[in-house]
């Protein structure tokens, strides 16, 4: 099963590129549709267009390569979108006698901010704090510190629009990092509480296993796909009164959690194996067809037989094993694997008996 939180930080990394694709197009397109276009207006929107287009197909096909295509991303976005129009456009404004920072700078004082909002959701903490100051220092900084020596420029419309951006409300985002830290702390608290919850709702407290109710749940998948190659073994400790009885339930106890381990090391991460009640246990299987389901329960059976448990000595178990029918339900499943297993045990328990889908 995929793990929720990276599967919507992926969806919205995607969506982020898309967005980023459709702006660095259009931007491409109104500049090309000027009367007369600057030469970097016409080089970085394409560049970046086909950058984030890059990236978005890169994460789609491999979605393991988020961390990297985030950096990308938003090392495309500083330099393309931040740091080279404003380094140009200053340069210009400075050197050039006739050229005005106010109308030179292209629209991207907000980019800056945007960096920062975009880290809140890919990055730590301390990187955004880190990032934050970079990207201010060497944009937002330059651009603040020539308003300040051009008064003229900086009382206009368009320059006191890039102080207020550039300057306080850049800086009131990057004060709610700490508020970041601390919800992005109770979530991971959120989500360990839920995890634990979710082992206590799903897990034996003996064995550790899965338990009856999520043994059931996986078997309701299982009749819903109605697979042909999924199959069911159930298998009982044989005369587990008998140790009870004679060296206590503490003895019991232990032989429980001995099979447990053994059948565990056995069976693929993705098998069930659960303790479905008692002495008994039952494993699901998926996509795995008559022949191999036979083979495990002989498996697990050996496992179980191996070595001596102390102090209840040899441990043997009788193994029941059916496969699903299309018109199977739970109830009809379980009784066909009850009556193998019960089977197993009248022909001399410490074996394995399959019912006739395995015929």
Not at 102 to 128: E, G, K, Y
Not at 282 to 311: M, T
Request: charged content about 20%.
């Amino acid at each position: 099963m995929l793990h929720t939180d990276e599967t919507f930080i992926r969806r919205t990394a995607l969506t982020t590129l898309a967005i980023a694709v459709i702006s660095a197009g259009l931007a491409t397109l109104i500049h090309y549709w000027e009367p007369d276009p600057y030469l970097i207006d016409l080089v970085i929107p394409p560049l970046m267009f086909l950058v984030f287009s890059f990236l978005w197909c890169w994460l789609y096909r491999r979605p393991e390569s988020l961390p990297k295509v985030m950096r990308v991303s938003l090392l495309t976005i500083f330099l393309g979108g931040s740091a080279l129009p404003a380094w140009m456009s200053l340069g210009q404004a400075i050197y050039l006698p006739d050229v005005t920072l106010v109308d030179r700078l292209p629209p991207m004082s907000s980019f800056p901010m945007a960096i920062i909002v975009i880290m809140f959701i890919f990055a730590t903490p301390q990187t955004i704090i880190n990032t934050a100051v970079v990207v201010w220092a060497l944009v937002s900084l330059p651009v603040l510190i020539y308003l300040i020596t051009h008064p003229i420029e900086l009382w206009s419309p368009r320059g006191l629009e890039m102080a207020v951006t550039l300057g306080p409300i850049t800086a009131i985002v990057s004060t709610l990092v700490p508020f970041h830290r601390v919800l992005q702390q109770r979530l991971t608290s959120l989500q360990d509480e839920r995890a634990l919850m979710q082992v206590l709702s799903e897990r034996d407290s003996l064995t550790h296993l899965y338990n009856r109710r999520a043994a059931e749940e996986f078997l309701s998948i299982c009749i819903a796909d109605a697979e042909p190659s999924d199959g069911v073994i159930l298998f009982d400790i044989d005369h587990f009164k008998r140790i009870n009885d004679t060296y206590g339930h503490q003895a019991g106890d232990a032989v429980l959690v001995a099979v447990a381990m053994r059948c565990s090391q056995v069976l693929r991460k993705n098998d069930c194996l659960a303790r479905w009640g008692g002495e008994e246990f039952l494993v699901g299987l998926r996509h795995v067809g008559a022949e191999v389901i036979e083979r495990i329960a002989e498996e697990l059976r050996l496992a179980i037989a191996s070595e001596k448990i102390e102090p209840a000595g040899s441990i043997t178990a009788s193994f029941g094993v059916s496969l699903v029918q299309p018109t199977d339900t739970i109830e009809s499943l379980l009784q066909r694997v009850d009556q193998a297993m019960y089977a197993a045990k009248a022909s001399g328990r410490n074996r394995v008996m399959t019912d006739k889908s395995l015929s």
